[in-house]
């Protein structure tokens, strides 16, 4: 399986680039169905296999990057033959590694904030979904697909209209158990500053999470507390200070005006004061503005 890095893999010279402008509709679509079925007996078979067997699926798919829209008519039943290799809980993690590095394909060509909305957000996924995530190595530079993908898919889960305490199944008196609320504030908090993709789903979910009713009134201020004190860490580096600032980048833009004001000196102290824009990269400066702008 090809393992991809924090970085955009480099273009390949076979790879269709700019031949998207000359398609009309999604041709492969039953070849594509149809590998993904296969994908249980390819987890069988030699490394050189798996690897040309992803190489032919990316190749496909890569040549809608420049019209991924027309995928469209296909995406739901594309994601749903992956939804069920996920949900079966008798299938090895093996396939299901496998099975999110292909997701991964699907989501660099049509984009993580539209396949977010064709992703199921049932609420008997949100337990499962959770602890796969819980489960999860942050280091293991193999498997961040699995990770990348679990933190968009919770990030639609997240939505559901109940308050989350109804997750926790304990009583409240059970001081030693996580609820479910910190539970996904320490999974945001632990992939908002990793140096692979993970960290830009995190920062995604966390708006998703931190600007729920019931959430905003237990974590919000304090997650800004968390964010300014990580991002000023005397060993904090750049995949931090992008890590974070995004998170507070988001927060800030789809949250409400009420929630933010009183907030609102407080970061802007920070951002100002901070060296951000003497010390980071690009990438991390025009967070710097984009925050200043929008307090």
């Known amino acids: 399986m090809v393992n991809l890095t924090t970085e955009d893999a480099p273009q390949k010279e076979e790879e269709p680039f700019g031949l998207g402008c000359a398609l009309d509709y999604f041709a492969e679509f039953e070849e594509v169905f149809e590998m993904i079925d296969n994908l249980k007996n390819l987890i069988q078979a030699k490394g050189s296999v798996q690897e040309k067997a992803y190489e032919k699926f990316s190749f496909i798919l890569t040549q809608y990057v420049e019209q991924p829209h027309l995928l469209d008519s296909q995406l739901d039943s594309i994601l749903q033959k992956f939804i069920q290799i996920l949900r079966n809980n008798e299938e090895p993690i093996q396939l299901k590694h496998v099975a999110f590095s292909y997701m991964a394909v699907v989501v660099n060509v049509r984009g993580y904030k539209d396949i977010v909305k064709h992703l199921p957000h049932e609420v008997a996924d949100f337990e499962p979904v959770l602890c796969l995530l819980e489960s999860q190595d942050p280091r293991d530079t193999n498997t961040w697909t699995t990770r990348y993908i679990l933190l968009l ?113 407080k970061l802007l102290s920070w951002i100002i004061n901070s060296e951000f824009k003497e010390s980071s990269g690009t990438s991390v400066q025009k967070l710097v503005y984009k925050i200043i702008q929008r307090i």
Request: charged share 25%; aromatic share 12%; hydrophobic share 45%.
């Open 153 to 265: 898919w919770l990030s639609i889960i997240i939505m559901i209209p109940f308050h989350l305490s109804r997750f926790d199944g304990f009583d409240e008196t059970e001081s030693n158990k996580k609820s479910v609320m910190d539970r996904v504030l320490n999974i945001i908090k632990t992939y908002a500053v990793v140096p692979d993709k993970c960290r830009d789903a995190a920062a995604f979910l966390s708006y998703k999470f931190i600007n729920r009713n019931d959430v905003k009134e237990k974590h919000l201020s304090a997650f800004f507390d968390w964010v300014v004190e990580q991002s000023l860490a005397s060993n904090s580096d750049v995949f931090v200070k992008y890590g974070t600032l995004a998170c507070i980048a988001v927060i800030i833009k789809h949250g409400k005006r009420e929630d933010i004001l009183p907030h609102a000196s």
